[in-house]
């Protein structure tokens, strides 16, 4: 039986966005029971204990492959750097930043205009042993910098396998614009646990994007803070959730500065027995935040019985003044009439179920500017759907016709 | 050699749809037959089940097929999945033709060619090819960039499924009230569509409609009045003339219970 849940709900009535405690000390953050409203939906026993903060027995290795000018360091425990944009908002991103050492960080200096991504690839060595024991564990801190006016595209590469609390700080200069890619593609036993946090500049543009489609439970947070007016925040996430997995995503954009804006999008697909996808969008638009302009979607696609996807969207405005506020959750099963469309003009089911899932997460992917990254990404969906990628002459029509649009 | 016949025969087709209520019977005994070059039009009042034939014809899994048979050249049409109908040489010009959010155009129709021809059409003439037809509707090359009918007028959706037969050359294409909604400008372009493929000889056209108004660009050699789920007249092109001044209420009134007299109209049945 399917169970599709949050199926266009509305938000919470009166839009509490809930305010949880800040704090870098791990004791300060409540062990979870599993009843708060942060953590209901994730099952706790398969964090394999992270919410102890235990000491790390495996290695996450991380490599930097950046063009000249950026500055690529490795950060002690006391760097002023650390802390600046992210203050934990629970139990295992305090122990994440208590536990990392320090951090790697990655700096695009003042007008820069890099031609070429920087590249961060995070790479679990710890794989389950063959005895069945948990991947071990390990911390990370990741702290990237965009100068003022400067302009990046920065990616992080997340593969193998390991139990991984990791943070990523990303400080966006004014002025700058930055894209900036998180790719989970974890081998199956991983689990991976992260605060992604995000300072926007003032005048500043952020278009990011998540994506996760590996692991055994992968629980991200992606927040969001302008430090001045004209702030913009695109934030993107594409996740494929198979059979077992259990995939969350939990953002909150905070507006408190006027006239900036922020636009989620975030699109699913589901399949397989316990396959388990969490959205949660909370927008907060604080009192002095007139001219704010916001929008949140998530679009889920249940692909099988048995996989279940919750999505809680929820807006809380503390002012009359704004462009505009909205959002939008919807979760549904392949549509029948297109599938039918489609075979209707002689194209086998299973092709047709492939461009039907392609063409719902292209209106996310294609925006993905790195083209190798784009390409992994359709590659791994359709592997995953077990078909090869389409033959798409779409260029060569659009180079043949005058009309480009 | 003997040229290839391209027949489809429907006899005594019933067909039902699963309700609230328990499954309805639409169909209640329809025979047709089309043959390639031939243009037949259907016609007749809402709700008569003329839609529910085209969609049982392209096997569409909404409706059951609970009796009679359908046939391309002796193949059982009923066996068959909805994908092999069309590379069978089946198409469908949908009334209301399906939204594919993100699937471009361009991919889509080099899909389907794909399929329907057996292989990859060679990318240099397939891009003209396209290009071709596409002018021939007065389509602008745009929309092989945009999602398959993705908001896309009523017009523009139709053009797009005249497109769609014209590259795919089917034996027996089925129209769905292609010509509703359509202004008259529109309905000139896809009437010459229609027409030029129709010119070929190749192919058998049912022309589904509620109107009169695309009979005059498009002439079929024989009219079928459909009410209540089954043939109730036949004639020839001087039928929908009838039907232009008299309407269907005769036939409505009659609830297809008995055919009244196609000879009344001087049908040739
Ligand atoms: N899926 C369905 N469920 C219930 N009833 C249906 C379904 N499909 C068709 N019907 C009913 O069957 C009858 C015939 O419908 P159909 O769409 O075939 O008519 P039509 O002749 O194409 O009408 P129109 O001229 O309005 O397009 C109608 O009464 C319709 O309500
Ligand atoms: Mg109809």
């Known amino acids: ?405 | 050699m003997t040229a290839a016949v391209s027949t489809l025969e429907i006899r005594n087709l019933h067909v039902s749809v699963e309700t609230e209520e328990g499954p309805r019977e639409i169909l209640r005994g329809v025979d047709l037959t089309v043959r390639k070059g031939e243009t037949h039009a259907i016609m007749g009042p809402n709700g008569s089940g003329k839609s529910t034939l085209s969609y049982s014809i392209a096997g569409h899994p909404k409706y059951t097929v609970t009796g009679g048979s359908i046939t391309l050249d002796g193949e059982d049409v009923l066996a068959m999945g909805v994908d092999a109908r069309a590379r069978a040489g089946i198409f469908l010009a949908m009334q209301y033709p399906v939204e594919i959010p993100g699937v471009s155009v361009s991919n889509f129709l080099r899909s389907s060619a794909t399929a329907v021809r057996g292989e990859a059409p060679k990318l240099r003439t397939w891009v003209k090819e396209v290009k071709a037809s596409m002018e021939a509707l007065e389509m602008d090359p745009a929309f092989a960039e945009r999602g398959v009918n993705e908001g896309f007028s009523g017009g523009e959706k139709k053009r797009h499924e005249i497109l769609q037969m014209a590259l795919l050359k089917p034996k027996i294409a089925v129209l769905d009230e292609t010509d509703s909604g359509l202004d008259v400008d529109a309905l000139r372009i896809v009437s010459g569509g229609i027409e030029a493929v129709r010119a070929k000889g190749e192919t058998g056209i049912l022309l589904i409609t509620h109107y009169t108004r695309i009979l005059r660009y498009i002439k079929p050699e024989f009219v079928h009045v459909m009410a209540a789920g089954r043939i109730v007249d036949e004639g020839g092109p001087e039928l929908a003339a009838v039907l232009e001044d008299s309407g269907y209420d005769r036939y409505v009134k009659a609830g297809g219970a008995t055919a009244p007299a196609g000879a009344g109209a001087g049908a040739v049945s």
């Not at chain 1, 399917?2 to 062990?31: C, E, F, K």
């Not at chain 1, 235990?54 to 490795?74: F, H, I, L, N, R």
């Not at chain 1, 689990?191 to 439970?217: C, E, N, P, Q």
């Not at chain 1, 996989?307 to 462009?323: F, K, Y």
Request: aromatic letters at 6%; glycine letters at 12%; hydrophobic letters at 40%.
């Open chain 1, 1 to 405: 039986m399917v169970v599709i849940d949050a199926t266009g709900r509305p938000p919470m009535a009166s839009g509490a966005v809930p305010r949880p405690l800040r704090s870098r000390n791990p004791l300060d953050h409540g062990v979870p029971t599993g009843r708060e409203e942060a953590w209901r939906f994730t099952p706790l026993r398969r964090l394999r204990g992270l919410l102890a903060g235990p000491d790390a027995d495996g290695k996450v290795s991380v490599t930097v492959s950046a063009p000249a000018g950026v500055a690529v360091e490795q950060l002690d425990a006391a760097d002023p750097r650390i802390g600046r944009v992210l203050t934990p908002a629970d139990r295992v991103a305090a122990f994440a930043m208590a536990r990392a050492g320090g951090a790697t960080a990655v700096t695009i200096p003042a007008e820069a205009a890099l031609a070429e991504p920087v590249i961060v690839h995070l790479h679990g060595e710890s794989p389950r042993t063959a005895a069945g024991a948990a991947a071990g564990v390990a911390y990370g801190h990741l702290s990237i910098e965009v100068g003022p006016f400067a302009s990046a595209t920065v990616v992080l590469d997340h593969t193998g396998s390991a139990t991984y609390a990791g943070n990523v700080e990303v400080y966006v200069g004014h002025g700058a614009s930055l894209t900036f890619v998180s790719l989970q593609d974890w081998d199956a036993g991983a689990v991976h646990v992260g605060a992604h946090a995000y300072s926007i500049g003032r005048d500043a543009k952020l278009r990011s994007f998540t994506v996760t489609l590996g692991g055994d439970l992968v629980r991200l947070n992606p927040t969001v803070e302008y430090r001045g007016p004209g702030g913009d925040a695109e934030l993107n996430g594409v996740f494929f959730t198979d059979a077992g997995q259990h995939q969350e995503h939990r953002l909150l954009v905070t507006h408190t500065p006027r006239s900036c804006r922020s636009r989620v999008t975030y699109k699913g697909a589901l399949r397989g027995d316990a396959a388990h996808s969490v959205w949660i969008g909370d927008v907060l638009i604080e009192a002095d935040a007139l001219d704010t302009d916001t929008y949140e979607l998530n679009r889920n696609l249940v692909l099988t019985d048995g996989a279940r996807a919750d999505s809680v969207p929820n807006l809380e405005i503390l002012t009359g003044e704004i462009v505009g506020a909205g959002h939008a959750s919807a979760t549904g099963r392949f549509d029948d009439e297109a599938l039918f469309y489609l075979q209707s003009r002689g194209i086998p089911p299973a092709e047709a179920r492939r461009l039907v899932v392609h063409g719902f997460f292209a209106e996310v992917i294609d925006r993905i500017q790195v083209v190798e990254v784009r390409d992994r990404i359709m590659a791994t969906v359709a592997g995953r759907l077990g078909e090869t990628p389409a033959d798409d002459s779409a260029e060569a029509l659009a180079g043949a016709g005058p009309a480009g649009a």
